[in-house]
């Protein structure tokens, strides 16, 4: 199994602290992330410069926010600054995110559209020795017959694709190196509904996996509560819930939000799906835990919650899952 870890610090200092302990702790892979107020590919470049050895990925950022182009090209410049150690992971994000955040156009259903985006970033990187590139695609066409990009470490990039129902999965399938898996995904729903899309495939499935480790049980299993609300007061990933039957959990959330009592958002989440998404407890019964994942993943994100957490805890947390999941540092 190998681990990577997603960076949840909201400062750059934080971040770049998480990798240096991860990297020094042997884990194969770290993540930043791109919110409203985070831009993903300037935390990416800190992070790798700030690193030698450990794989640096986008988780996720915004593929529709931005044009592709600007994509490949952020993906290689850090690329080129890292040595060959970027992973690319992009996502749609929701219509309201692109809509309401960036004021920009979001395209309904948005996976032909990711098709066209990884199609243009593939030819850039494939373009880097020069001789120009064009490319034509029902979204997106670039023509730049000058383009070349000297000193590339590589000539490819891994790209991933964050899905959460079919059509991305399938998507990532068709056109990508990993599947980025959602953390409100449930192991059911990975065996039965993701895994079958992916077979046959060269797409790796690397699911975030959320992942709370405290002595005291009752506050691991609240924290990893309260971050699976969150997620569910998004209709978009109730489907999850339907191959369990537990459609109801989620409009329950949804409608807890609509009031704002965030109490009984949490209180609608009941312990079999915490125990269905996330890994919580003391550090040797996460490390049991974690075995829930064999033979669905090779390589698991691993995701500390903050929805409710202290800066100082959400640290702690971090560092309890590098110290539980990596080998000792050296001395």
């Not at 690319?88 to 559209?113: C, D, I, Q, V």
């Amino acid at each position: 199994m190998r681990y990577g870890l997603i960076l949840t610090s909201p400062s750059i200092e934080g971040q770049i602290e998480g990798a240096r302990m991860a990297e020094a702790h042997g884990f194969y892979s770290v993540w930043v992330t791109e919110f409203f107020h985070q831009h993903g590919f300037v935390r990416l470049a800190a992070v790798g410069a700030a690193t030698n050895r450990v794989k640096v990925g986008t988780g996720i950022a915004y593929a529709f926010m931005r044009t592709p182009m600007l994509a490949a090209s952020a993906a290689m410049d850090v690329d080129e600054i890292t040595g060959g150690r970027v992973i690319l992971g992009l996502g749609s994000g929701t219509r309201s995110m692109n809509e309401k955040w960036y004021s920009m156009p979001f395209e309904h259903p948005p996976a032909p559209r990711m098709r066209d985006a990884v199609g243009v970033i593939r030819a850039a990187f494939a373009a880097q020795k020069g001789g120009g590139l064009r490319y034509e695609g029902p979204y997106y066409s670039i023509g730049i017959p000058q383009f070349a990009r000297p000193g590339a470490p590589r000539e490819q990039i891994p790209v991933y694709i964050a899905g959460v129902n079919r059509g991305m999965v399938r998507c990532a399938a068709a056109v990508a190196d990993g599947l980025v898996g959602h953390p409100i995904y449930t192991r059911k729903y990975v065996a039965e509904k993701v895994l079958p899309e992916l077979e046959g495939s060269r797409c790796e499935f690397a699911p975030y996996v959320i992942c709370s480790i405290a002595e005291d049980r009752d506050q691991a299993r609240r924290e990893a509560r309260a971050q699976i609300a969150f997620y569910y007061t998004t209709r978009l990933y109730h489907s999850v819930l339907d191959v369990h039957g537990w459609r109801s959990i989620g409009e329950e959330i949804t409608a807890a939000f609509r009031k704002m009592d965030f109490q009984a958002m949490e209180r609608a989440v009941p312990d079999e799906l915490v125990d269905a998404i996330a890994v919580t407890g003391p550090p040797d019964e996460v490390r049991d835990r974690i075995r829930q994942w064999d033979g669905l993943s090779e390589h698991l994100l691993l995701y500390s919650p903050s929805v409710g957490l202290t800066p100082e805890r959400a640290r702690e947390n971090l560092v309890s899952i590098i110290e539980t999941f990596g080998s000792p540092a050296p001395s």
